[in-house]
């Protein structure tokens, strides 16, 4: 069974910095895809980066060059670099994994980000 935890989250200032992990446990079949993704309270869960196992990212307009994301294929870990932290970047994150040959795709369990003076 395939399970994510996400890891990292917490309070930080404007413009602060802020590093989240997501660690993969169970087989996972074949190329894959990972990703961050967020749901701010009263709003629809939004893309914000993601990775192909062999590099390619993906980012949403409103953390490029912010926000970085990578990955460890051995360890099946992803994590995200968030840089210059905005009050709208406050959220509930979430780590998914996408699996293209079975059209699987698992999320992790969320961790608050809240940006706050």
């Known amino acids: 069974q395939v399970q994510l935890v996400e890891s990292g989250g917490g309070l930080v200032q404007p413009g602060g910095s802020l590093k989240l992990s997501c660690a993969v446990s169970g087989y996972i079949f074949g190329i894959n895809i990972m990703g961050w993704y967020r749901q701010a309270p009263g709003k629809q869960r939004e893309l914000v980066a993601t990775?192909?196992?062999?590099?390619?990212?993906d980012y949403a307009d409103s953390v490029k060059g912010r926000f970085t994301i990578s990955r460890d294929n051995p360890n099946k870990t992803v994590w995200l670099q968030m840089n210059s932290l905005k009050p709208e970047d406050t959220a509930v994150y979430y780590c998914?994994?996408?699996?293209?040959?079975?059209?699987?795709?698992?999320w992790g369990q969320g961790t608050q980000v809240t940006v706050s003076s």
């Open positions: 998914k994994i996408y699996v293209p040959a079975t059209m699987s795709e698992y």
């Open positions: 990775i192909t196992n062999i590099g390619r990212t």
